[in-house]
């Protein structure tokens, strides 16, 4: 994290394409923007962008008093959806004579273009502002050349008779590209989607991603991807079992069929008194973040499904791929990271992920205010994740 010696330089700077100073403290609009173009980094310097607040273009201080909610403010991109992928941001801030100053030093991504409420937004010395259709391209090829995630890698032998056009261009980017800039969009198909991570130029075919997110058949090219759903009648896979699915084809149908599963199959009222609530053996919510989890961090180079074990007295998911990047055992869940960064902007684009990298807390928290016992997390396992859901007892 930058120094206030090393801030002290930059103050006395003109603005350059990695540093924007304000002096507002409410823009947001501003705010994302700047961390959105540090993100996408088009001038290629490898380096951390700074947005300075509390300073005029001059360096002067503008009277910022020191509190905590600008620093909050700014960290609220990391998470809350206006930034994807999710930008990686540290903040911190300094009090000088004339003033408290917040920074936000955000470095560049590896899964470019970064989009702002579906703007690319990109800065190159003074100018800022949207990036052309030539300038998205270039993101999506400089992509191409650190691609380390499993999603954005080409699919070889694929090609865009393999995925359905019909449901990219009618479902997902309505979802993922702001209305004004998708009235503007005259590009071909193939560009289209590589500036959203679904296929590689370069390589002149789709994605991983794209085979999950919109395949005709994607277990022909990743035999695990599906969902393996079991209801048994007992508590253990001994036991007779009574019902068995599989959810497989593209994840943005079925991501929506198990939605609408688990509201009418799995949560059932076990409770309700006259002039009472209504109360559940699982709050959906929780069944669907802990699903939805497994989805979008599984390792899909595994060739076994996701688990989705529904027993008498629990619900258990299982998935291959322990826990990924900064998660570790000992910050789980505080900590996470993103096995498929692709997957996961497109499950949040299409509104089955309400914020980043909060999935699993909001899940604890539906399952206790519902009255079941926390859930158990197995990520000891090098290979697989487990979460054990306890049902609630009437």
């Known amino acids: 994290m930058i120094t206030k010696d090393e801030l002290d330089k930059l103050l006395i700077e003109i603005e350059k394409d990695r540093v924007e100073k304000t002096i507002s403290t409410n823009d947001a609009n501003k705010f994302g923007e700047a961390i959105c173009s540090f993100c996408n980094d088009f001038p290629g310097h490898n380096k951390p962008g700074y947005l ?18 600008i620093l909050q403010t700014l960290m609220d991109f990391r998470t809350d959806g206006r930034i994807v992928p999710p930008p990686i941001i540290t903040v911190t801030g300094f009090d000088y004579p004339g003033g408290y100053v917040a920074v936000a030093e955000v470095l560049p991504s590896f899964q470019p273009p970064v989009r702002f409420k579906g703007k690319v937004c990109i800065r190159i010395g003074p100018r800022k502002g949207i990036a052309t259709d030539l300038e ?39 979802s993922a590209i702001d209305e004004e800039t998708l009235s503007q969009n005259s590009r071909d198909i193939k560009e289209q989607l590589a500036s959203l991570k679904f296929y590689d130029l370069k390589a002149n075919c789709p994605t991983n991603a ?156 539906a399952l206790i205010k519902n009255g079941n016992p926390e859930p158990k997390f197995i990520f000891d396992q090098p290979t697989s994740f487990s979460v054990i859901i306890f049902k609630k007892k009437p």
Do not use: W
Request: with cysteine; hydrophobic share 35%.
């Open 52 to 69: 300075i607040v509390g300073v005029d273009d001059d360096g002067s201080r503008c009277g910022l008093k020191s509190e905590e909610r």
């Open 136 to 174: 998205e391209r270039i993101l999506s090829e400089k992509r191409s050349s650190f691609a380390h995630s499993y999603d954005t890698l080409p699919c070889y032998g694929s090609s865009l008779n393999d995925i359905s056009i019909e449901i990219f261009k009618i479902t997902y980017l309505p």
């Open 210 to 365: 794209a085979i999950l997110m919109f395949g005709n058949n994607p277990r022909f090219f990743i035999p695990g991807g599906y969902v393996q759903y079991v209801k048994f009648t007992g508590n253990d896979e001994v036991s007779e079992f009574e019902y068995e699915r599989k959810f497989d084809g593209d994840l943005t149908t079925q991501l929506r069929v198990m939605d609408e599963f688990i509201k009418s199959q799995i949560v059932t009222k076990v409770l309700h008194n006259l002039g009472e609530e209504h109360q559940y053996n699982f709050p959906a919510s929780a069944i669907k973040e802990l699903l939805f989890y497994s989805v979008i961090h599984r390792d899909y180079q595994s060739n076994a499904p996701i688990k989705f074990y529904e027993f008498d007295d629990r619900i258990e998911i299982s998935n291959a791929g322990g826990l990924f990047g900064k998660a570790r055992p000992e910050n789980f869940p505080r900590e996470n990271d993103y096995r498929n960064p692709t997957i996961a902007e497109a499950a949040y684009n299409l509104g089955y992920v309400n914020r980043f990298n909060l999935g699993v807390q909001r899940a604890s928290a």
